[in-house]
């Protein structure tokens, strides 16, 4: 018989971790863990831990193990990836896989080990790190292995990265705390601040999918959401337009447009004029933002664009990866 081993691309996220292998998704789960407090024991993990987020008892806690693209929860993390490794795999997990574990661009050695130890733990035979946005061009097939320069931006839950590529190198890049994550918080300070009604992030996040936008639209939309009064701590209902959201956005936006000119700007002018000519491909849940593109292609005077698998092409990409490792081996993380 054949020794056969998976090869998995994982996207491990800040919010979702993807995995998938050849050209197929095997899954997608949120990046999230249930804990029993007293006994500090793991329960649910991904899509049913986030299930319980909000509406737990208290004696369990809904961890997000990853803060920012880094791995802030060291054992739960392991746990949670053996767990979603476990889940594609069956339960004849005879062969252990060799993984390819995306990183935010620019982590440090320290963070990188981690995210290697957790690949080994994970019950993975060969672990290898790339970074997201090199994952992210291969994904999503851009032609990166000439010497004309590429420009990708993924807006993740976490963190926003932007990257110039070429080569199968990443050229300059730079990564922001400014993620979907931010994106939430702005909605949330605008509603206390504009109608004194304070809001979690669950509900900022579906105010910002369901009626949100980056620029103004021609249609707009108003949702009902339940708060809570700022002075009195009763609930109070507050309806919001798509207006209010796009106000509630420009701040963090502006700051996504602030990190994309400061790689522009450290980018051999070369570069730049491919980059124009081919414009800005946009990734992550963020891309999936009503507007982004015309906010972006405005802001940046170059034009962005929404690519096909927006939430699963840099799993896709890593998964490729694997296989091209030698070609990419000058730019996979060592640890
Ligand atoms: N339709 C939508 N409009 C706006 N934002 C969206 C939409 N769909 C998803 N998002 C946002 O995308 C973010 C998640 O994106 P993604 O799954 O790419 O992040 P991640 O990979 O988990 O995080 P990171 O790459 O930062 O570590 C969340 O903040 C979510 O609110
Ligand atoms: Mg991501």
Not at 108 to 128: C, K, Q, Y
Not at 129 to 137: D, F, N, R, V, W
Not at 296 to 304: Q, Y
Request: with cysteine; proline share 5%.
């Amino acid at each position: 018989m054949p020794v056969f081993t998976r090869e998995l691309g994982i996207d491990l996220g800040t919010t979702t971790t993807t995995i998938a292998e050849n050209n197929e998704v095997l899954l997608q789960e949120p990046t999230v863990v249930a804990i029993v407090i007293e006994e500090q024991k793991m329960v649910e993990w991904g899509q049913a831990a986030k299930d319980m987020d909000g509406r737990a008892p208290e004696s369990i806690e809904v961890v997000r193990p990853l803060q920012f693209g880094v791995i802030a929860e060291y054992e739960i993390t392991e746990n949670l990836l053996g767990f979603l490794i476990k889940k594609v795999s069956g339960p004849m997990l005879i062969f252990r896989p060799r993984i390819m574990i995306t990183v935010p661009y620019g982590i440090t050695s320290v963070e990188s080990r981690a995210v290697h130890e957790v690949g080994l733990g994970s019950g993975s035979r060969e672990v290898f790190l790339i970074q997201q946005p090199l994952a992210a061009a291969l994904g999503v097939d851009l032609p990166i292995s000439t010497p004309s320069g590429n420009m990708l931006i993924s807006l993740g839950g976490g963190v926003t990265q932007a990257a110039v590529l070429a080569m199968n190198s990443i050229i300059s890049a730079d990564t922001s705390r400014t993620g979907g994550l931010r994106l939430d918080e702005g909605i949330i300070n605008f509603v206390r601040k504009k109608y004194g009604v304070i809001i979690g992030q669950p509900t900022a996040e579906q105010l910002k999918i369901r009626i949100g936008a980056a620029v103004l639209q021609e249609q707009q939309q108003i949702m009902e959401v339940q708060g809570q009064d700022q002075i009195t701590g009763l609930p109070k209902p507050v309806s919001l337009s798509t207006g209010d959201i796009v106000e509630a956005l420009q701040e963090p936006l502006g700051e996504i447009v602030n990190i994309i000119q400061r790689v522009l700007e450290k980018t051999p002018p070369e570069l730049i004029s491919d980059i124009i000519d081919r414009g800005v491909a946009l990734c992550g849940g963020g891309a999936l933002l009503r507007g982004v593109d015309k906010y972006l292609t405005k802001s940046l005077g170059i034009p962005a664009y929404l690519v096909d698998e927006p939430l699963t092409c840099t799993a896709l990409g890593a998964a490729r990866a694997i296989g091209m490792r030698d070609v990419l081996r000058r730019s996979l993380l060592t640890t």
